[in-house]
């Protein structure tokens, strides 16, 4: 009997938390990230990650935020993901997957550097990962970087080696002036694997911290981080589907801000 009421419980948790997103999907957003003094700003913002289907299994709430209020986003992917041979294929399928996230094609950009080719164990080099991304800023006069956080929400060391091309090379030896740069926030494991349950605990430690710093931005559109990921389906693979189901990545990012070192 306990059994059946924690689980009925936990039904009821998931589900009222799937109304909150949707009811703040329908509502106007109180959210200020990137807003300027309150008043709206077209940004242009550049995405960096580091494989095909990043963007869909980690960041889908945050683009559907971006480009659901006019800003431009443009998307830097820095290898083809040839770990297992499909890069061609891997690289297609994140076309697709950001036409289905309503980013532009022309804003989209893949990378098959010799030196930056997928795999665990596979050290990217920090300072020409700040240099390709200092070239897309100014290919594109970008205002604001996304990317991951030290720990990458998985640990791959590719993601790592993003996060500190942009945190220790970029920012610290090529300063961008008023480039603002913004990590997403890698949680516990437990965290990781609530789905939408998360957003509480997001929208708590958003509350703790200033806006200036950290921000908590729900999926408006869940449903399409199913549909996106779905068009990697090279990668579709049974485990895959019940990580787009149970990550906390799918219903909520939490973003904060990169600080120069």
Known sequence: MAWVLIVASLVVLWVASLCKILYTSSSPSRNSFLTTGGAFQKRNVLLVVAHPDDESMFFSPTISYITSRGHNLHILCLSIGDADGKGNIRKEELYQACAILKVPLQQVKTLDHP????????????????????????????????????????????????????????????????????????????RKYIGPVDIWFSILDAMQ?????????????????????????????????????????????????IECM
């Open 115 to 190: 030196e930056l080719q997928d795999g665990f164990g596979r050290v990217w080099n920090h300072t020409l990962l700040a240099k390709i991304i200092e070239e897309e800023i100014n290919s594109h006069g970008i205002d604001l970087i996304i990317t991951f956080d030290r720990y990458g929400v998985s640990g791959h060391c590719n993601h790592c080696d993003v996060h500190y091309g942009v945190r220790s090379k970029l920012l610290r030896d090529t300063p961008q002036g008023n480039i603002e740069a913004w990590e997403l926030v890698s949680t516990n494991i437990l």
């Open 209 to 257: 911290h200033s806006g200036e710093v950290m921000h908590c931005l729900l999926n408006e559109h869940p449903q399409k981080s199913f549909l996106a990921m779905a068009q990697h389906s090279s990668q579709w693979v049974w485990f895959r589907k019940l990580f787009v189901a149970f990550s906390s990545y799918t219903y909520v990012n939490m973003l904060r801000r």
